[in-house]
C-alpha cells in the first residue's frame, strides 16, 4: 500500500473529487499560485486552472461568505482557511449563514461546502496563532464537523465531506500536514459520524480526536508496559458524534479519561466527559477525567507552550487516577 | 448622447406602468396590513415595513428575468418577496409563522425565501448576505450562465466589512452582480451624513473599479432603467456596479420603533415624494389610467391582502416535532 503524507492525501482527496464532479472548486489565501500555505493544494492550479482553484485577497469574510453563496446556488466548494485562528474573522457566516440558511427557508437551501484548514497549536507561534477551536464550531447546530489525525483518514473524510450535501467543518493540524501513513490507491469513503477505535484494549478507554491521538497513542504504549491495557478512540466526527461507539468502548472499560487539547471550558472534551457519565453511569468504577488545553491563551516560549497542551505525562498521571493506582 | 436623449423618450407600455403600480401599491397594502396586524401580536418579533420604498423592489425585478436573474435582500423583504412574484398567502403566513408559510414558520418576517423564483432570501445580519449574493454571481459566471443577480442592501450595510470585502472580489473577478444600496437615509435611528464620511454612496464604487451612480429610488421608473442598464453592463461584460438608490422609509426601523429622531414635517415633506403617487400622477397626466381604474386596482389589492391574512388565520400552527427538521440535509450515504 503507498505511503504518502496528510498533506499529499488531502491533495488526493481535492483532486479526485475535483475531477470527479465539476461543481467542486477550491477557493482560499495562497491555493492557486502558491501551491497553498501548506503545501496541500500543490499542482491543483497547474490542473484545474484559475476557474476552479481560485486565489483570494485577505477576506476572510468576504471569500468563506462567497463560498457560501455558490453553495446555495449550486457549486461545491472547498473554503481552505490558511488557519483556524484567521476563521475567526469567518466565523459570522459560518454560524449565520451557513449553519442555518437551509432551516430558516424551510429545507429550500442545501450548503454543500466544506471548510478546511489547520486547527489547534503549532509551535512557537503565541496566542493569536495557537489556539483549538473545535468546540466553537461543534457547538452548532446545522454544522458537521470533522478532524482527521491520519492521513489514510484524511483522504477519506475530505472525500466524504465534499460530497455532502450539508457544511462541513474540516480540521486539520500544521504538526500533521507532514505525517506519514498508509493510504489505498483505491478509493474508499470513511462515513461521517464514525469514530474509529485505533488501539482496541480493556482496561480504559482514551477518547480524543486531531493531532493528539497520536500523543494518546504513545501514551498507551507506555501504559502497556505496565500491562494496562488501553483502548484508543478516535472520534474523527464530532458533531455528528459516534456516541455509540464511546458507550461500547467504556461499557467494557468501565474507566474513561477524555483527552482535548482545546480549553476545559465548554469543550467538546467537556461534553464527551459529560456523556460518558450520562450514558454510562451504572458502569463507571471512577471519575471521568479530562486532560485538556490548560485554561489560558497559548505562550511563546516553548517549554511554556507546551505545558499548556495536553502531554504523555497528563495522561498517564488522568489514566492512574481512574484506576486507582 | 443621442442614447441618452432616445432614452428620455422612451414611451412606456400601458401594461407595464399598470403593472408597476399595481404591485407598488400591493405592497403598500399589504405592509399596512402587516403593521396592523403586528398591533393585535398575530405577528410577533422584529418586522421592518417597506413602506416608501416599493419603487426600488418593483422597479428593479421588472428589469430583470427570474428564469436566469437572482434576487437577494437583507431583512427588510417583504417588498422583494411579493416584486418576485410570491404569493402574498405564503408570505403573510410566514409572518403568522404557519406551517403553510415559504419557510414553513421557521423564518419569519426576516427570512422569506423562494428557491424556485430565485429569491434567496431574507437575511437578519447587517451586510452579511452581501457576500452571498456575490458567490451567487460566482457560480452564474463560473457555470457559464447569462444570468445576474440583484444584491439589495441599506445604507447601514455599506460600512460593513462583508460589502467592501466582496465588493472587492467581484471588482477583481469582475462578477455578473448589482449591488443596489436602497438608501432610506437612517441606519435604524442614525442618520447616515453622522456615520458615513463620504454621503454619495455610490461613490464607495471607485474603490472597487465598478461604476456607481445615484438613482431617485422614489421614480420607479428611474429605478427600472438604471437596473436595465446596470443588468445590461453584466450581460455584455460581465461588469459588476453599484447603485444607491434615495428613498425613504415612512415607518421606524422596526415595529417597535416610534422613530422619534425624525421630524413630523421632516416625514411628511418626504412624503410629498410618494412613489405609488409619482407613477399615478404621471399615468393620468399621460392618460393611462383613470381615477376610478385606480380605484378598482386598490380594492383589488385590498382584497388580495385580506385574503393573505384569512389564510394565515386558517392555516395550522407547525407540529411540535418539525422543529428537528431541516436542520441538515439529506444524509450523503457512502459505502
Known amino acids: 500500500m503507498p505511503v504518502i503524507a496528510y498533506r499529499d492525501a488531502l491533495n488526493q482527496a481535492i483532486d479526485e473529487e475535483m475531477a470527479r464532479d465539476k461543481r467542486v472548486i477550491l477557493i482560499g489565501e495562497e491555493v492557486a499560485l502558491y501551491n497553498g500555505a501548506y503545501k496541500v493544494s500543490r499542482g491543483l492550479h497547474d490542473k484545474y486552472g484559475d476557474r476552479r482553484v481560485i486565489d483570494t485577497p485577505i477576506s476572510e469574510e468576504g471569500f468563506t461568505g462567497i463560498g457560501i453563496g455558490a453553495a446555495m446556488a449550486g457549486l461545491r466548494p472547498i473554503v481552505e482557511w490558511m488557519t483556524f485562528n484567521f476563521s475567526i474573522q469567518a466565523l459570522d457566516q459560518v454560524i449565520n449563514n451557513a449553519a442555518k440558511m437551509r432551516y430558516m427557508s424551510g429545507g429550500q437551501f442545501a450548503i454543500p461546502i466544506v471548510f478546511r484548514g489547520p486547527n489547534g497549536p503549532a509551535e512557537w507561534l503565541s496566542s493569536q496563532h495557537s489556539q483549538a477551536l473545535a468546540s466553537i464550531y461543534t457547538h452548532v447546530p446545522g454544522l458537521k464537523v470533522v478532524s482527521a489525525a491520519t492521513p489514510y483518514d484524511a483522504k477519506g473524510l475530505l472525500k466524504t465531506a465534499i460530497r455532502d450535501d450539508n457544511p462541513v467543518v474540516m480540521m486539520e493540524a500544521e504538526l500533521l500536514y507532514g505525517i506519514k501513513g498508509d493510504v489505498p490507491a483505491d478509493e474508499y469513503l470513511i462515513s461521517l459520524g464514525k469514530a474509529d477505535i485505533k488501539r482496541p484494549g480493556r482496561d480504559v478507554t482514551l477518547i480524543t480526536f486531531g493531532k493528539v491521538v497520536h500523543m494518546v497513542l504513545e501514551a498507551a504504549e507506555t501504559l502497556a508496559q505496565d500491562d494496562i491495557d488501553a483502548e484508543v478512540i478516535d472520534l474523527r466526527s464530532l458533531r455528528p458524534l459516534d456516541e455509540a461507539a464511546i458507550v461500547a468502548s467504556v461499557t467494557k472499560t468501565s474507566r474513561c479519561v477524555v483527552i482535548d487539547e482545546s480549553w476545559p471550558v465548554a469543550s467538546v472534551g467537556s461534553h464527551v466527559a459529560w456523556l460518558v457519565s450520562h450514558r454510562c453511569f451504572d458502569r463507571l468504577d471512577a471519575q471521568v477525567e479530562l486532560v485538556a488545553g490548560e485554561d489560558i491563551p497559548m505562550p511563546y516560549n516553548h517549554q511554556l507552550e507546551l505545558a499548556a497542551q495536553p502531554s504523555v505525562e497528563k495522561i498517564l498521571a488522568a489514566v492512574e487516577r481512574v484506576l486507582y493506582l | ?335
Open chain 2, 1 to 335: 448622447m443621442a442614447k441618452g436623449n432616445a432614452k428620455k423618450q422612451t414611451r412606456y407600455s400601458k401594461d407595464l406602468l399598470n403593472d408597476l403600480l399595481e404591485r407598488m401599491l400591493l405592497i403598500r397594502r399589504f405592509e399596512e396590513k402587516a403593521g396592523q396586524m403586528y398591533g393585535l401580536r398575530k405577528i410577533g418579533g422584529f418586522c421592518h415595513l417597506y413602506i416608501g420604498q416599493e419603487a426600488i423592489a418593483v422597479g428593479a425585478v421588472a428589469a430583470i428575468d427570474l428564469k436566469r436573474d437572482y434576487v437577494i435582500t437583507a431583512y427588510r423583504d417583504h417588498g422583494h418577496a411579493l416584486a418576485v412574484g410570491m404569493d402574498p398567502n405564503v408570505v403573510m403566513a410566514e409572518l403568522y409563522g404557519k406551517i403553510t408559510g415559504c419557510s414553513r414558520g421557521k423564518g419569519g418576517s426576516m427570512h422569506l425565501f423562494d428557491a424556485q423564483r430565485h429569491f434567496y432570501g431574507g437575511h437578519g445580519i447587517v451586510g452579511a448576505h452581501i457576500p452571498l449574493g456575490t458567490g451567487m454571481a460566482l457560480k452564474l459566471k463560473y457555470m457559464g450562465e447569462k444570468g445576474a443577480v440583484l444584491c439589495f442592501f441599506g445604507d447601514g450595510a455599506i460600512h460593513q466589512g462583508s460589502f467592501h470585502e466582496a465588493l472587492n472580489m467581484a471588482g477583481v473577478w469582475k462578477l455578473p452582480i448589482v449591488y443596489i444600496c436602497e438608501n432610506n437615509q437612517y441606519g435604524m435611528g442614525t442618520d447616515f451624513r453622522r456615520v458615513s464620511a463620504v454621503h454619495d454612496l455610490s461613490a464607495l464604487s471607485a474603490s472597487y473599479n465598478m461604476p456607481g451612480k445615484q438613482v431617485d429610488g422614489m421614480d420607479v421608473l428611474a429605478v427600472y432603467e438604471s437596473i436595465k442598464d446596470a443588468v445590461a453592463l453584466v450581460r455584455a461584460e460581465s461588469q459588476p456596479s453599484l447603485l444607491e438608490f434615495r428613498t425613504y422609509r415612512y415607518m421606524g426601523h422596526s415595529m417597535s420603533d416610534p422613530a422619534t429622531y425624525r421630524t413630523k414635517e421632516e416625514v411628511l415633506k418626504q412624503k410629498e415624494q410618494d412613489p405609488i403617487l409619482i407613477l399615478k400622477k404621471k399615468m393620468v397626466a399621460d392618460e393611462m389610467l383613470r381615477d376610478d381604474e385606480f380605484q378598482q386596482m386598490d380594492k383589488r389589492c385590498k382584497q388580495i391582502v385580506a385574503e393573505a391574512v384569512d389564510f394565515a388565520e386558517r392555516s395550522e400552527q407547525p407540529a411540535i416535532e418539525t422543529i428537528y427538521e431541516d436542520v441538515y440535509s439529506e444524509e450523503q450515504q457512502c459505502p
